[in-house]
């Protein structure tokens, strides 16, 4: 799946996209977050506070439980601040 | 219903899209808008530089027009929200709502407003006039309260 990354999350991890592959085991938004903490300190420092960050399946707001199964792109993101 | 919605680098005029809503029309009684400017933070912001999800930003404003136009009798809305560096005193987003009568169209554009700040997909990095002031805008729980107004509202006109 390719994953998205905004604002501070993509400065913390150090790229705005790449392409993930996930193991099996990993099934929800919030066992993404910590798949992907491991990978490194950017991604640690990224998903420090798993709660300040907010994710999106193909496009959608999820929450930590969403299952990513079919998803093609996941993004992450700290809390919106448009308007 | 006619709605709009554009994420756009350029800037807009508000005028012409609000009167847009209403020209040519008989049906139209009220046009309601609304434009956001970015402030100079008391001279310490140089400017704001908007990053947007680009795709999802079009489409979570038009999921949520479509919310609007589920509880309130519109007949058109415009959404315009521009990305990339944007200096105080210039516009950054703009609403307008379209309905027969002013009630709708004036509760359909603060909860598309309320929506936008917390649920399109756009952050703003402030850029200082010296650099002790930079950095991301952190998101305010008042915006979230606002929006949070509006899920358990009463739908319907």
Redesign the interface.
């Known amino acids: 799946m390719k994953a998205l990354y905004f604002a501070w999350v993509r400065e913390r991890v150090g790229k705005a996209e790449e392409e993930l592959d996930p193991p099996a085991t990993v099934a929800t938004v919030g066992d993404l977050i910590a798949w992907l903490s491991r990978r490194g300190e950017g991604y640690a420092h990224a998903f420090d506070k798993p709660l300040a960050v907010r994710a999106a399946l193909d496009r959608v707001h999820a929450r930590s439980d969403a299952l990513i199964a079919g998803a093609k792109e996941v993004a992450f993101f700290p809390p919106m601040t448009g308007g | 219903m006619m709605a709009t919605v554009r994420v756009q680098r350029d800037d807009f005029d508000p005028g012409a899209e609000a009167e847009g809503l209403a020209r040519g029309r008989k049906d139209v009684g009220a046009v309601a808008s609304f434009v ?1 400017y970015c402030r100079d933070e008391g001279g310490r912001l140089a400017a704001l530089e ?4 680009a ?3 079009e ?2 404003i038009a999921r949520a027009v479509g919310e609007a136009e589920g509880r309130w009798p519109l007949l058109g809305v415009a959404v315009i ?1 521009r990305y990339g560096r944007i200096a105080p005193g210039e516009r ?2 703009f609403v307008a709502v379209a309905a027969a009568h002013r009630g709708a169209a004036f509760a359909a554009a603060e909860m598309l ?1 309320d929506y ?10 402030v850029i200082g006039v010296d650099g002790a002031f930079e950095g ?4 305010k729980a008042d ?1 979230d309260r606002s929006a949070a107004r509006w899920s358990d509202a009463v739908s319907g006109p």
């Open positions: 956001g908007l990053e947007h999800y795709g999802m930003a489409e979570e929200h950054i987003v407003m936008l700040k917390t649920r399109a997909p756009f952050w703003k990095l991301w805008v952190e998101a915006d």
